[in-house]
């Protein structure tokens, strides 16, 4: 379909535009920072701020991958085509990932390149690929996106509606995070340390701020959220009707 072409093109636009973006003003920012916050400046972040974009249009392929169908109502016709619904689900999961882990991997190499570049030209500090968590941060990216158009496929198949999904995903992905320094104290430092986007975003990190997860136990937080929801999503697959 064409709308999967414009979602791989808008994600990768999002990589290597808003590492651009975010290394060119960067410049100006860390010539004026205090010591203090010199120290904890991260080019390795700066570069991949659109991996928070990414995640959420990957999310939404996986979630339009079935969601869609519901919508059309031709999950009645590859139902019965293949009544084995278990087949029907881990064929799409192969798909979409066939997709989003090449369109993932793309997308923070993209970023890191244009981002590091950038950094460069504005006077700031970058890294290189051979750097310490460069590679990491490249490849865990991929991997996270790749998790997050799971997600959205699991999301997809439990909530069955086109525009409950696309909400969903939108609020979860997005809007959590976002609001999370608003919530109370304690739930605010929860959310910020394990709500799994968040959690799972650390990955393409360098600098480790004490309050939050590293890189790695975050991303294995993400990964635990999704093969949960892919269970549930099984699960609910199996019972319902079409």
Same mark, same amino acid.
């Given at each position: 379909?064409?709308?999967?072409?414009?979602?791989?093109?808008?994600t990768l636009g999002a990589g290597a535009g808003l590492g651009t973006l975010n290394g060119s $003003? /960067?410049? %100006?920012?860390?010539?004026?920072? $205090? /010591?203090? %916050?010199?120290?904890?400046?991260?080019?390795?972040?700066?570069?991949?701020?659109g991996v928070i974009l990414a995640q959420l249009t990957l999310a939404l392929l996986g979630g339009l991958a079935i969601a869609s169908e519901y919508g059309s109502r031709t999950i009645v016709s590859t139902l019965t085509a293949v009544p084995r619904r278990g087949r029907v689900l881990l064929a799409k999961a192969i798909v979409v990932l066939a997709i989003a882990l090449?369109?993932?991997l793309l997308t923070t190499l993209g970023?890191?390149?244009?981002?590091?570049?950038a950094l460069d030209s504005s006077g700031a500090p970058y890294v290189a690929l051979g750097d310490a968590g460069a590679w990491r941060a490249v490849l865990g990216g991929g991997l996270f996106l790749a998790l997050s158009a799971l997600l959205g496929l699991a999301a997809g198949t439990m909530i069955r509606s086109t525009t409950a999904t696309v909400t969903t995903?939108?609020?979860s992905t997005l809007l959590v995070p976002a609001l999370a320094p608003a919530f109370p104290g304690a739930l605010a430092d929860w959310v910020a340390k394990y709500w799994p986007p968040?959690?799972?975003?650390?990955?393409?990190?360098?600098y480790h701020d004490p309050d939050l997860l590293g890189p790695w136990p975050g991303f294995t937080v993400m990964a635990g959220c999704v093969a949960v929801l892919l269970g549930a999503a099984f699960l609910t697959f199996r019972r319902r009707d079409a």
């Open positions: 379909m064409r709308s999967t072409l414009y979602v791989v093109l808008a $003003s /960067a410049g %100006d920012e860390y010539a004026v920072m $205090s /010591a203090a %916050d010199r120290l904890t400046f991260d080019p390795l972040a700066t570069s991949l701020k090449p369109t993932g970023g890191f390149l244009a981002g590091q570049a995903l939108f609020t968040s959690a799972g975003g650390q990955i393409v990190t360098g």
